[in-house]
Structures are given as structure tokens and as C-alpha cells.
């Protein structure tokens, strides 16, 4: 035997018989995986979550697993992929693709994280009898010879045409808002977050640089805001007659005002709508001389008084230069909120005898002005809550504009109970809500109260969640407000950069689901006609044979029924028509929906996959119109933490930041250490507020604690030098350096955000009172120290207090009193 032999002749056979099956094994494991992968491997994300985001859109995946196949929509948002043009090459639609705006990726969803109602009904409509749908599949982006004729009588040419035009316009949704509202239709969905995400900026007397607006929209659109309530009031460039009502300096050029409008719908997508007060909240207005006479009270300038001939004119002045500037927005937010003076004057109080008749009189006059400019009108609801449900449906208000209920506080029921909700339900289709990010705790503050804010809008959440079944068109969608002042004449609530991660985390409340199983009904805008060579065919609802109503999960409320029945007889152009009945057309999917067969069945991965756990992740594939219905739990403190850590380009921490809301760090203090848009002025206002607090605890220590420095030791001149010196100078000069220091470094920290003039006003607004009292204190120190002899006691009072207070008891026959002081 050879000495390199190491087994014996009996051992040979059973080494052969194992190598073999280690070799059958490996081969059987390496067919399973082909088989179970077969476009390969790819790198799989963190099963966390993964933040993916290019142009501002934002997009969280949770488990792993999937395919890339039944994943494409997935794989569009990782990187770019090949379809097919208008001139029939391949292209490849991404970052890199010259077609779309900047370079950018185009939108991943539009409003909500469904698929697009457009682009999925074509699909589903044409796949397995279409020969370009099979040539031109969205996933492999084949090509497809044009020009042959189909059985429809439409050239492949014109099917491809429609094709592209659908797939441009599902990623680019702000292009939807160039059709009028007479060519949408309105209808209803259900998901597991709210699909309409908004963000509100209020720029009134302190309007941030278009650069830093531009910063925070990317911002809030990487966090799943996909909307914009602007409310302008005086840095609008109001023209004409209405010239006054601009502010002296500083507010917006009329092109400053278009490129903010178009980079926020056309570069971001977003839906962009305007806020112009038109009854209350209007003291820009009415505090001008010109417009003196239109006031409810002569003294006042909050309100309008609506029996003036003149004020419907102005309003409707007002509301045309606002639309010439938003010319692709479906809807004007018109306020209408807290109109304090109503029926106050003499003309009121002849034109009516209650005043709900007047306010509903005169938010018809103006909604009707803005229907007929083919605009929703969106009202402030607080105006509404105490009107009875019969004169509302009286009025008609119900068919006109659309009421937005606003809550800042964590307890929303407090404030709109059952009753309102139900009264709502019954005059309104749809319903908006407002919570808060900034603006609502305190006209004073500097920073907002993050936890409190959080709290606000995940009460929201619930409580549509539980009340959006009432309204046939459910919720038109949220908006996260962000007051700059409780009103004009109001001082500087918090400046923007301050709210930055205020803004952030409670966006990722809002658009990150709380529940596979959370199910709030959506009112979702569809073009009425995007193909001509589709046909609908109604049956009774007899002939039904299944439903297709999404009914949400643990809902007790009834849904209007809808079922879906097959044709007896097929379309002219080869395909199955499926009916479609309902008692509420309104509340249905796209009615454009056609029979495909099993074998031809395009597996599209549902919009919100089942939310990951801590024991796993699931890789259970929806269809596209089903809705979850088994309960997964998972930790959404979690997600929103890590979200927000990477947004903010935040340091890893060892407390996720929900745990450090509840329990010490309300205010997001830990978001100093972050990079973010306006941090350098973010972290100079947690040292501005540490400073003032031991300012103001010092004057009042000296003032009022210590007994050397008092006001009653200033007014005679009596103290001890050696105290004077221990109790001011040994602190307060180093308190003026420092708050020297830090005045300036607000100036440098908002010179690229704000004008000159905002930051003035917010330093003498927070600082100047400090340095006043500071000042005071060192000079009645000075003048203290320097006294080198003293009057004998008793030191008399001054007659002025002895008035003042109206000591009538008081001897006069003594001499207790200094006459001169």
C-alpha cells in the first residue's frame, strides 16, 4: 500500500458513498435556491428598516425575502430600471434619466403608499390579452413592435402611447394637477395611514429665505408629508390696490412666490394648496386706514363685517390674486376660524337674529365664489361645532366646502365629542383634521414641546382611524400646523429651524402605520377617462357574486356594499368586462377593472407589506386591492426612532428617541448633536434658553431673595459696598458677556434662513429684556458702591406709595413721610 494511502481497503467504499451524498446534498440545496430565487441573489436591506430616499421621497420596506420579481416596485425605488420610451428604445427611468426634473428619481408614490390607480387598472385591464402589456411588462421593460392593429380597432401605437402617458403621470403626480376638477373623480380607499400627509407654514411678518423653505420641504417630504398648506397673509405679493397689505420690506417677490410654488408641486410633487383668511384673522387687512370700514367693530381689526357690500368684493380681489399664483391647486383653505366680533355691529344684528345664520350666510357667498373658479373650498371647523345640524344641511354648506377640525392638544375627544363627529358625518362627504408641530403650547416659546406634539398626532391617527367609516369620500387628509404667531399682532412664536425636529418626528408619526391592521378611509382623486377603450357595464346588485368592498378590521360601522359579477358576454375588444355595483359610487376602486386569466395573473406586491416583528419578518404577498386583515404587531416607536436618527443624520444613541420624549427630553434636546438645516440656530436657542433662565433667576435672587440690591436699597441709596460687590459684580458681568456672545451667534445662525429685520425682532423679543435687566442691576450696583456716608434711621417712606395705596389710616401728625420722593 502507498505510504500517502490513509485508509484501509474496507474504508474506501463507505468514503466513496459519503462524498457522493455530501454531493447530491450540496447539489439539491443550490437547485432549491435557484428555484426558489431565480433572478439570482441580491443584497438584502437590514430587516429593521430600510430609509431609502432620492429627491425627497421616503419609503420604509419592511421583511425580506421577496423575490425581485414580486418586488419590482421595490427594486424602481433601489435604483433605476429599463422601460420603453415614446420613441420605442430602451430607457432607463431613474436618477440618471434626463426625462425627469433635476436628474432626480421620480416619485415613488403619490399621496399615499398605494399603487396608482391609473397605471394599476391598465395593467389589470390589458395584461393577458394585450400583446404590448405582455411585450411592455413594467418589471422586465420589454419592447413591442408598433403600429399592428388590434382586435379593439386601437394600433399597438396609440395602446403604447396611452401606456407611457399613465406610467409619466404615476411618476409624475403633480402633473394630475393640470386637470380640473370636472375630470377627476372622487372616491374612497382604505389603508393603514392617512394618504393625504400635509405640512402647514405660516409666514405671516417673518418670511424664511425660498433657499431654507426649499431645505425644509425636502425635509418634510423624506419624513412622508406629500403636502403643503401655505398660508402667505402679509409676504404675499399682493398687487394692485392691494399693494399696502405686503409688508414694507421683506416679503416676497412675485418670482420668489412662483419658484417656492413650483419647486414644492413640480420638483417634489407635492400638493401645494393656499390659505387666505377670509373672515376672521384678517387684522393684515383691517388694520390698514383703507380698510378701516369694512371692520365689525371700529376699534378691532379681527374680523370682517360680512353685511358690507364692500367686503365680498375684497375678498373675492384677494382670492383671484391668490389662485393666479397657485394655478394647479385643486383647493383654497378660506379660515373662517375664531371670528370673535360676529354680529356686533348694528348692520349684523339687523340682517340677523342669530349669528350662525350670518357666518353660514357668509362662508356660502364666499365657497360659492370659489366653486366657481373649479376650486374645493377648505374651512377651519371650530366656527361649526356649535350651529345645529339643521340649519347646516339647511344651508347647503355641506355640498360647498369641506370643514378641517383642529386640535393641538393630546386629548382630542375633549374638544370635538360624538356629537360633532356624527353631525359632520351626516352634512359632509369628506372630513380634514389638523394637529400641530409647532405653534400651539405657547405664544412665547422658543422651542416646541416634541413629546406633546407626538402625542397630538397619534391621537389623531386613532381617532380617525375609528370615525373615517362615517364619511361616504373619507378623510380628505392631515395637516401638521406650524403657527409662526397666535395672530398678527401676536410676538414670534417658534422660528422654523427651532422646529425642525418637531417637524421630522411628527411627520414619521403620521406616515409610518401604527398597525398591519389599522384601516382609515381615504378620499383619493382619479381622472374619470384615462383610456377611451374602456368599458363599464352596471348590473343589478342581485347578480353579484363577491365583494370587493375594503371593510376595515374590528370596524363595526357598515360599509356600502359593492360586488363584482362577470359579463355574459365578452367586450368587443376581447376582454371580459367585470360589472361593477355599489350603493355609493363614490366609495369604490377604479370601475375600469377587467377578468384575467389564473395563468396570466400579474402578482403586484401590496403597497403596505405586513409590518416586521421582533421574531421575524413576514413575506406573506397581497394583491394590490386586498387589505390586510391578520394582525402583526410590531414596534413603530422603533421604526419612527431609527427614521429619525437617519434623517437627521443623528449620532447613534443608546435611548430611542420616543423612550427620551416620555421620560427627559420633551423638547428634543438630544437633536443638537444632529445635521440637519438651521441646527447651528437650533442649538443656539437650547444655550439662549439655559442662559435667560439663569438670568432671570439671578435678577430675581438679587431683587428680591438677597438684601442689598432691592428696589427699597436702590430708591434710598442704602446698602453695604461689600455685599454690592458680592452679590452684583461677582456674577452679572460674566452673564453680559455671555449673552453678547450668544446674540451673535443668533445673528450668524440666521442670517442664511431669516431677513435681517425677523432677526432683530426675535432677539429683542428673547434677549434685549435680559441684557435691560442685567444693565439695571450693574448700574444701580455702580451707583450703590460709590454712597460713602449714610442718613440715620428710620428712612422715610415716599408720599407717592402713601397714595398710591390710599393709606387713610395712617397719622398724619407724624413725620413718617419724605414729601420730595
Not at 238 to 254: D, E, V
Not at 475 to 499: I, K, N, Q
Request: proline share 6%; net charge negative.
Amino acid at each position: 500500500m502507498p505510504e500517502f494511502c490513509i485508509c484501509t481497503k474496507s474504508q474506501r467504499p463507505r468514503l466513496f458513498f459519503t462524498f457522493c451524498f455530501l454531493f447530491s446534498l450540496i447539489t439539491v440545496l443550490i437547485s432549491s435556491l435557484f428555484f426558489y430565487y431565480p433572478d439570482g441573489f441580491k443584497t438584502t436591506p437590514s430587516p429593521n428598516v430600510n430609509f431609502i430616499s432620492d429627491n425627497g421621497e421616503r419609503f420604509v420596506r419592511y421583511g425580506f425575502g421577496e423575490s425581485s420579481a414580486q418586488h419590482s416596485r421595490q427594486q424602481y425605488v433601489m435604483g433605476p430600471r429599463p422601460v420603453k420610451g415614446r420613441t420605442g428604445k430602451i430607457e432607463e427611468v431613474g436618477r440618471h434619466n434626463p426625462k425627469h426634473h433635476n436628474g432626480h428619481q421620480p416619485p415613488f408614490h403619490h399621496g399615499a403608499d398605494e399603487d396608482d390607480p391609473l397605471l394599476l387598472d391598465y395593467i389589470e385591464g390589458h395584461h393577458h390579452d394585450d400583446p404590448v402589456m405582455q411585450n411592455n411588462n413594467l418589471d422586465s421593460g420589454g419592447s413591442s413592435s408598433g403600429g399592428n392593429s388590434r382586435a379593439d380597432g386601437l394600433s399597438e401605437s396609440a395602446v403604447q402611447s396611452n401606456l407611457e402617458r399613465i406610467r409619466h403621470q404615476s411618476h409624475h403626480p403633480f402633473e394630475r394637477h393640470h386637470l380640473s376638477l370636472s375630470e377627476l373623480e372622487q372616491r374612497s380607499n382604505f389603508s393603514q395611514i392617512i394618504d393625504s400627509r400635509l405640512i402647514h407654514l405660516d409666514l405671516k411678518g417673518a418670511p424664511a429665505k425660498v433657499s431654507y423653505i426649499k431645505e425644509v420641504l425636502r425635509l418634510a417630504k423624506r419624513s412622508g408629508i406629500n403636502g403643503l398648506l401655505l398660508e402667505w397673509e402679509d409676504t404675499f405679493p399682493w398687487q394692485g390696490h392691494l399693494a399696502n397689505l405686503s409688508l414694507i420690506q421683506g416679503s416676497y417677490s412675485q418670482e420668489e412666490a412662483e419658484e417656492i410654488v413650483a419647486y414644492a408641486e413640480r420638483t417634489l410633487g407635492l400638493e401645494v394648496i393656499p390659505l387666505v383668511q377670509t373672515f376672521g384673522h384678517v387684522e393684515f387687512v383691517l388694520k390698514m386706514e383703507q380698510f378701516r370700514h369694512l371692520r365689525e367693530l371700529e376699534g378691532d381689526p379681527q374680523s370682517f363685517c360680512p353685511s358690507k357690500s364692500g367686503t365680498l368684493v375684497l375678498i373675492q380681489e384677494m382670492i383671484d390674486q391668490i389662485l393666479d399664483m397657485h394655478k394647479n391647486s385643486k383647493y383654497i383653505h378660506i379660515g373662517c376660524d375664531e371670528v370673535y366680533n360676529l354680529r356686533s355691529c348694528s348692520l349684523c344684528t339687523a340682517a340677523s337674529d342669530y349669528r350662525d345664520e350670518l357666518f353660514l350666510k357668509h362662508v356660502i357667498d364666499v365657497a360659492s365664489y370659489v366653486r366657481s373658479k373649479a376650486r374645493i373650498p377648505i374651512i377651519w371647523d371650530d366656527m361649526l361645532r356649535s350651529v345645529p345640524i339643521r340649519k347646516l344641511n339647511d344651508s347647503g354648506i355641506g355640498q360647498l366646502v369641506e370643514p378641517m377640525v383642529w386640535v393641538y392638544a393630546e386629548d382630542v375627544d375633549r374638544f370635538v365629542g360624538w356629537e360633532s363627529w356624527e353631525k359632520y358625518a351626516e352634512v359632509f362627504p369628506t372630513i380634514w383634521a389638523a394637529a400641530a408641530f409647532k405653534g400651539a403650547f405657547g405664544e412665547t416659546l422658543s422651542i416646541p414641546p416634541a413629546s406633546r406634539h407626538a402625542d397630538n398626532v397619534q391621537r389623531w391617527i386613532d381617532v380617525l382611524t375609528r370615525e373615517s367609516p362615517k364619511w361616504s369620500q373619507g378623510v380628505g387628509g392631515l395637516v401638521l400646523t406650524g403657527w409662526m404667531r397666535y395672530d398678527h399682532f401676536s410676538v414670534l412664536c417658534e422660528l422654523l429651524p427651532a422646529a425642525v425636529p418637531s417637524l421630522v418626528y411628527t411627520s414619521l408619526v403620521l406616515s409610518t402605520p401604527s398597525s398591519s391592521t389599522n384601516s382609515i378611509k381615504n378620499r383619493i382623486f382619479v381622472p374619470k377617462h384615462p383610456l377611451q377603450s374602456l368599458e363599464v357595464t352596471t348590473v343589478p346588485s342581485s347578480s353579484s357574486s363577491s365583494s370587493i368592498t375594503p371593510i376595515p378590521s374590528g370596524s363595526n360601522n357598515e360599509m356600502p356594499s359593492s360586488s363584482v359579477t362577470s359579463s355574459s358576454s365578452s367586450s368587443s375588444n376581447g376582454l371580459d368586462p367585470i360589472s361593477i355595483t355599489t350603493d355609493d359610487p363614490l366609495s369604490q376602486p377604479s370601475p375600469r377593472i377587467f377578468r384575467r386569466s389564473a395563468r396570466n395573473f400579474r402578482s403586484i406586491p401590496h403597497p403596505r407589506i405586513l409590518m416586521a416583528n421582533r421574531d421575524g419578518f413576514s413575506n406573506q404577498r397581497l394583491h394590490a386591492r386586498e387589505v390586510v386583515t391578520q394582525p402583526v404587531i410590531y414596534d413603530k416607536g422603533e421604526v419612527v426612532s431609527k427614521l429619525f436618527e437617519e434623517i437627521l443624520m443623528c449620532p447613534n444613541h443608546h435611548t430611542r428617541v420616543d423612550k427620551m420624549l416620555r421620560e427627559s427630553d420633551a423638547d428634543l434636546g438630544f437633536a443638537t448633536r444632529c445635521n440637519f438645516p438651521g441646527v447651528a440656530f437650533f442649538r443656539t436657542v437650547f444655550r439662549v434658553r439655559s442662559l435667560l433662565d439663569d438670568i432671570w433667576e439671578l435678577e430675581a435672587k438679587i431683587s428680591r431673595k438677597r438684601g442689598w440690591v432691592t428696589p427699597y436699597n436702590i430708591r434710598h441709596n442704602y446698602s453695604l459696598p461689600l455685599r454690592v460687590d458680592e452679590v452684583v459684580f461677582g456674577q452679572v458681568p460674566r452673564l453680559q458677556r455671555h449673552l453678547v456672545i450668544l446674540a451673535n451667534s443668533v445673528v450668524n445662525s440666521l442670517k442664511p434662513i431669516f431677513p435681517q429685520e425677523t432677526i432683530l425682532e426675535w432677539i429683542e423679543q428673547n434677549m434685549w429684556e435680559a441684557w435691560k435687566a442685567l444693565n439695571k442691576l450693574e448700574k444701580a450696583g455702580d451707583t450703590l458702591r460709590n454712597i460713602k456716608v449714610w442718613p440715620r434711621r428710620p428712612i422715610l417712606s415716599p408720599t407717592k406709595m402713601v397714595d398710591d395705596l390710599r393709606l387713610t389710616a395712617l397719622d398724619e401728625s407724624e413725620n413718617t413721610v419724605d414729601t420730595e420722593m
